[in-house]
C-alpha cells in the first residue's frame, strides 16, 4: 500500500519537475544571450548596494542616545535626573555614591502622541574619587550636562573650573566633538548668580589652568589636548565642541532649556 502511495505523489510531481526544468534552460539560455560586461556590471550593483545599506544600518544603530549629567557634588545633577525622569524632585535632598541611569522618555513627552525616542540618561556622582566613572560612559555620550550650583558658584569656582577643564579636553569629548551645557542650577534662589557671570568667571579660571597646565602638558597624560588659541582670552567659542550655558531649577521642576539641550541630541 505504501509502495502504491509512493508511486502517486511521484506521478503527481513529475509534471512539475519538467516544467521547473524547462525554465531552468530558458534562463540558461537568456543568461548565454547577456554580454559578460553587463552581468558583471549588474553583480557589482548588488554588491555595491548591499554594501551602502548595511553601512546605513551599522551607522543608524550608532546613533547614541546617551545623555551624561556630571559636576561637583551637591549641584543637584540627581535632583535633574528625576525631574526629567519622572517630574520629582524626591525633595531636592538626594545624594548618589552610584550612577545613576535609565532609559526613559521625558516626564514631559509622557503626554505626546507617536513615537518617541527614550534618552539614556546617566547621572554619574560628582565626588572626586567616581569621576573615573565618567570615562565609562563618555565615548558612547550624544551630549553632557555640566551642572553648576548657582548658589555655592564662587566658593567653588576652581574646583568647578578644573574639573570642567579636565571634561573639555577628554579625547573621548575632543575626536568625537560631543556637545556640552553647563547647566546653572539652582536659579530659584535669591543669591544664585546669573548664567552669564558663571560663564565669564569660568572663561577667567580656565584661561589660568590652561596656563598653568601647558607647563606641564609634556608629563600630563591625562589630557591629550589643550584649550582656545594661543595669545588670545579663553572663550567657550574656541572649544572644538559645541558649549552652550542655561539656566534651570530642578527644585521648581524650570528644566525647559535641559530638555531641549537633550532632544536636540537624542531626536525624537
Do not use: W
Not at 554580454?35 to 554588491?47: E, F, H, S, W
Amino acid at each position: 500500500m505504501d509502495a502504491d502511495k509512493i508511486e502517486l505523489v511521484k506521478a503527481q510531481i513529475e509534471p512539475f519537475l519538467r516544467q521547473s526544468e524547462v525554465y531552468i534552460r530558458r534562463i540558461e539560455d537568456f543568461v548565454r544571450q547577456i554580454p559578460p560586461n553587463q552581468i558583471y556590471i549588474a553583480v557589482g550593483a548588488v554588491l555595491f548596494t548591499t554594501f551602502l545599506l548595511l553601512i546605513i544600518r551599522a551607522f543608524k544603530h550608532t546613533i547614541s542616545n546617551t545623555i551624561v549629567l556630571t559636576g561637583l557634588s551637591g549641584g543637584g545633577k540627581t535632583v535633574l535626573f528625576y525631574q526629567l525622569r519622572d517630574g520629582s524632585s524626591h525633595q531636592g535632598t538626594v545624594t548618589s555614591m552610584e550612577p545613576n541611569e535609565g532609559l526613559f522618555v521625558l516626564n514631559s513627552e509622557t503626554s505626546k502622541k507617536g513615537k518617541i525616542k527614550a534618552v539614556h540618561l546617566v547621572d554619574v556622582p560628582g565626588h572626586s574619587r567616581l569621576r573615573p566613572k565618567l570615562d565609562e560612559y563618555l565615548p558612547r555620550a550624544a551630549g553632557i550636562v555640566f551642572v553648576v550650583d548657582a548658589v555655592e558658584f564662587l566658593p567653588n569656582c576652581r574646583a568647578v573650573s578644573e574639573y570642567l577643564y579636565d571634561i573639555l579636553t577628554k579625547a573621548s569629548v575632543v575626536k568625537s566633538k560631543i556637545p556640552l551645557l553647563i547647566l546653572c542650577n539652582k536659579v530659584d534662589k535669591v543669591t544664585a548668580h546669573t548664567k552669564e557671570f558663571i560663564r565669564k568667571q569660568l572663561e577667567k579660571e580656565i584661561d589660568k589652568l590652561r596656563t598653568s597646565r601647558k607647563a606641564v602638558s609634556d608629563a600630563d597624560i591625562s589630557n591629550e589636548f589643550t584649550l582656545g588659541v594661543t595669545g588670545e582670552a579663553f572663550s567657550f567659542s574656541q572649544c572644538v565642541n559645541k558649549v552652550t550655558v542655561a539656566e534651570a531649577s530642578g527644585l521648581t521642576g524650570e528644566i525647559l532649556p535641559l530638555e531641549q539641550f537633550i532632544r536636540e541630541r537624542v531626536k525624537p
